[in-house]
């Protein structure tokens, strides 16, 4: 079955330093969405990428979508306190899936 | 805008009871919604589709006798837990999308605590 791997399963940061977490697909997808989870909160919906390739930016937070459509990246500059949560990538299938698979999460904290 | 709504935020209950989860796009129509179960400090874990109108479709492992689903509406969706027991205890989380390829927007989540 489908499967998406994310890295790091945790990572700590000094605020101020830059973070990245991967996602990587078994199988190409249609589109990759990605959630950040606050401690004791639900997914919040950040952004989706449909492209081969694209990336966008959210302020600090770059996203990027693999040219084949398996793998996909979020980066943070200057992390500051307010990034803490976990980040969940999540993937649409491409054979008209009805629902995302979710990426096992990356858990950042950040160090004042 | 793409609110959802999800009641109660917080279950306690004794071991034998059925719980009931509503789910409610309040600002949109979901054609599907989608109920989570995430363990603490873990993934979400999908225990079922729900589309308006029709049967909704379990992944593998999820016992539909045990978690009703109902979507009767563009914007309700109802979890029940039957007869729920200790190992029912987690966090449900439901979600709703207006079409497909659309994003999901979450509830709040309910914690369940089964003594």
């Known amino acids: 079955g489908q499967q998406v791997m994310q890295i790091p399963q945790y990572q700590h940061v000094q605020e101020g330093e830059d973070f990245t977490t991967y996602c990587n697909s078994s199988?190409?997808?249609?589109?990759i969405q990605w959630y950040k989870q606050r401690p004791g909160g639900h997914p919040v919906f950040l952004i989706q990428?449909?492209?081969?390739?694209e990336v966008k930016k959210q302020k600090r937070l770059t996203f990027q979508f693999g040219e084949a459509k398996k793998n996909s990246s979020l980066h943070i500059t200057a992390t500051q306190t307010t990034d803490v949560g976990t980040y969940f990538c999540?993937?649409?299938?491409?054979?008209?899936?009805?629902?995302?698979?979710f990426g096992t999460g990356t858990r950042l904290t950040v160090i004042p | 805008g793409a609110v959802v709504s999800q009641h109660p935020s917080r279950v306690i209950c004794k071991s034998g009871t059925s719980v009931k989860i509503e789910c409610r796009s309040l600002?949109?129509?979901?054609?599907?919604m989608f109920w989570y179960r995430q363990f603490p400090k873990q993934s979400l874990m999908l225990m079922a589709t729900?589309?308006?109108?029709?049967?909704?479709?379990?992944e593998q492992g999820v016992e539909k006798d045990k978690f009703l689903i109902n979507h009767a509406s563009l914007t309700l969706s109802t979890l029940t837990v039957t007869s729920a027991h200790p190992e029912d205890s987690s966090f449900y989380i439901c979600?709703?999308?207006?079409?497909?390829?659309?994003?999901?927007?979450f509830g709040d989540g309910t914690r369940l605590s089964i003594l």
């Open positions: 729900s589309n308006e109108g029709s049967k909704a479709t379990y």
């Open positions: 979600s709703a999308r207006q079409t497909f390829n659309q994003p999901q927007h």
């Open positions: 600002d949109f129509q979901a054609t599907t």
């Open positions: 199988t190409t997808l249609s589109n």
């Open positions: 990428l449909v492209k081969s390739g």
């Open positions: 999540a993937g649409q299938g491409q054979t008209g899936a009805n629902n995302l698979f």
